[in-house]
């Protein structure tokens, strides 16, 4: 059956009855991050970074949601999320950060966007189309103080100062590249460069952090903050206790159960096998749906101690058996007691203390790029504040 969104309030997708999973979004839980992370950064205004569908979530949700509680400045990546973000925010002020793609200036006046200038070909492009249109939306200017992707250098933030001219940026911004090591000095040193680029644009309101940054002891609020991981549960605060709520839950269902003997193998290319008597549990996701291939669990890694998938079944946690496929997960659920587990059970993936970044360690990747993968396929749920 294909995806559709139903009549039912707060949910999208197929009916939970026909999803292989059901994935649902706290928007409640998302609203309070913001704010905790608003009460922390003030008197700092306090952003919201909305890319990437709201890190898997959903982009309008999310930010019909924030907008609601009062988050007024939106960062996406690309246009047409800016264009989605105006739709569910018509007042807010949306930044994109990918920048200015050429011939681009008009969809931005027209929507009253503003593009996060990254070069000096940009900020010509937009000074001209500012001088043709008169009354133009404002624009950030990046600069780079550490990165080496994206933003003008230093040197050429420099030489746009001694300009002067008609430009005046309405943000002046840097991303960090290290905010969660706090052992890492890189922070340090860009807060330092930012400071005297903040005196060769006097009186531009500055932005310099982001999730982990509004928790780091050297990293000023300014202005503006721009939190994204962490208001979706995200820990910013990797190997201390995570001070956000989960916003994110993801379970599946069972859609088979069987035994195996002794050295029977499990999956493509049979690479877990049995040890002793077991019950696999088959669930209706797999990679096509963003789950991590990567948390496949074979013999190699058990031999090796390396950390795989698990899933919590009947409130027991239950690891893997065998490779992620393109639509199933098996898992060994030899644990779970025979009257507690059942076909069309659900089991969980994320939540019940699989928390994000759990998760994406298991992977051998981060909560990031779990929550970004998230698919089509399921069946969503938002939860209003």
């Given at each position: 059956?294909?995806?559709?969104?139903?009549d039912a309030?707060?949910r999208?997708?197929?009916?939970?009855?026909?999803a292989?999973?059901?994935?649902t979004v706290d928007l409640g839980?998302?609203?309070a991050n913001?704010?905790?992370?608003?009460?922390?950064?003030?008197p700092?205004?306090?952003?919201a970074?909305?890319?990437?569908?709201?890190?898997g979530?959903?982009?309008?949700q999310?930010?019909?949601?924030l907008?609601?509680?009062?988050?007024r400045?939106?960062?996406v990546a690309h246009?047409?999320?800016?264009?989605a973000?105006?739709?569910?925010a018509?007042l807010?002020?949306i930044y994109v950060?990918?920048?200015?793609?050429?011939?681009?200036c008009?969809?931005f006046g027209?929507l009253?966007?503003?593009p996060v200038?990254?070069?000096l070909?940009?900020?010509?492009?937009?000074?001209?189309?500012?001088?043709?249109a008169?009354?133009?939306p404002?624009?950030?200017?990046?600069?780079?103080?550490?990165?080496?992707?994206?933003?003008?250098s230093?040197?050429?933030?420099?030489?746009?100062?001694?300009?002067?001219?008609?430009?005046?940026?309405?943000?002046?911004?840097t991303h960090?590249?290290?905010?969660?090591?706090r052992?890492d000095d890189?922070?340090?040193r860009?807060?330092?460069?930012f400071a005297g680029?903040?005196?060769?644009?006097?009186?531009i309101?500055?932005?310099i952090?982001?999730?982990?940054g509004?928790?780091?002891?050297?990293?000023?609020?300014l202005d503006?903050?721009?939190p994204?991981y962490?208001l979706?549960?995200g820990?910013?605060?990797p190997?201390?206790?995570?001070?956000?709520?989960?916003v994110?839950?993801?379970?599946?269902?069972?859609?088979?159960l069987r035994?195996?003997?002794?050295?029977?193998?499990?999956g493509y290319?049979g690479q877990?096998?049995?040890?002793g008597?077991?019950?696999?549990?088959?669930i209706?996701?797999?990679?096509?749906d963003g789950y991590?291939?990567?948390?496949?669990l074979?013999?190699?890694?058990?031999?090796?101690?390396?950390p795989?998938?698990?899933?919590i079944?009947?409130?027991v946690?239950?690891p893997f058996?065998?490779?992620?496929?393109?639509?199933?997960?098996?898992?060994?659920?030899?644990?779970?007691?025979d009257?507690?587990i059942?076909r069309?059970d659900?089991v969980t993936?994320?939540?019940?203390?699989l928390?994000?970044d759990?998760?994406g360690?298991?992977?051998?990747?981060?909560g990031?790029?779990?929550?970004?993968?998230?698919?089509?396929?399921?069946?969503r749920?938002?939860?209003?504040p």
């Amino acid at each position: 059956m294909t995806d559709f969104e139903d009549d039912a309030p707060g949910r999208v997708g197929p009916p939970p009855e026909e999803a292989g999973a059901l994935l649902t979004v706290d928007l409640g839980a998302l609203v309070a991050n913001w704010r905790k992370l608003k009460a922390r950064a003030a008197p700092a205004e306090c952003g919201a970074v909305v890319k990437a569908d709201a890190y898997g979530t959903g982009l309008k949700q999310a930010v019909e949601a924030l907008s609601a509680a009062g988050c007024r400045t939106f960062f996406v990546a690309h246009i047409g999320e800016a264009i989605a973000a105006r739709e569910a925010a018509p007042l807010a002020d949306i930044y994109v950060l990918n920048g200015l793609l050429p011939g681009t200036c008009g969809v931005f006046g027209g929507l009253n966007l503003r593009p996060v200038l990254g070069s000096l070909e940009e900020v010509a492009e937009w000074r001209a189309f500012c001088g043709i249109a008169g009354d133009s939306p404002g624009a950030a200017l990046h600069v780079d103080t550490a990165m080496n992707r994206l933003g003008l250098s230093i040197e050429e933030a420099h030489e746009l100062a001694r300009e002067g001219g008609s430009f005046r940026p309405d943000l002046l911004m840097t991303h960090l590249a290290a905010a969660e090591d706090r052992a890492d000095d890189a922070t340090g040193r860009q807060v330092s460069a930012f400071a005297g680029l903040r005196e060769l644009f006097p009186g531009i309101p500055a932005s310099i952090a982001n999730s982990s940054g509004i928790f780091h002891p050297t990293v000023p609020g300014l202005d503006l903050v721009r939190p994204g991981y962490a208001l979706y549960g995200g820990n910013p605060l990797p190997g201390e206790p995570n001070p956000m709520q989960p916003v994110v839950t993801l379970r599946a269902r069972i859609i088979q159960l069987r035994k195996i003997g002794d050295g029977e193998r499990v999956g493509y290319n049979g690479q877990w096998t049995a040890r002793g008597p077991r019950r696999i549990a088959t669930i209706s996701t797999g990679y096509a749906d963003g789950y991590p291939r990567a948390a496949s669990l074979t013999d190699a890694k058990l031999q090796a101690g390396t950390p795989a998938g698990a899933a919590i079944v009947a409130g027991v946690r239950c690891p893997f058996a065998g490779r992620v496929s393109m639509d199933l997960i098996t898992l060994d659920v030899t644990d779970v007691p025979d009257h507690a587990i059942r076909r069309g059970d659900l089991v969980t993936l994320i939540g019940e203390g699989l928390d994000i970044d759990d998760v994406g360690a298991r992977a051998g990747t981060i909560g990031y790029e779990v929550l970004t993968g998230l698919g089509a396929r399921y069946a969503r749920e938002y939860l209003e504040p």
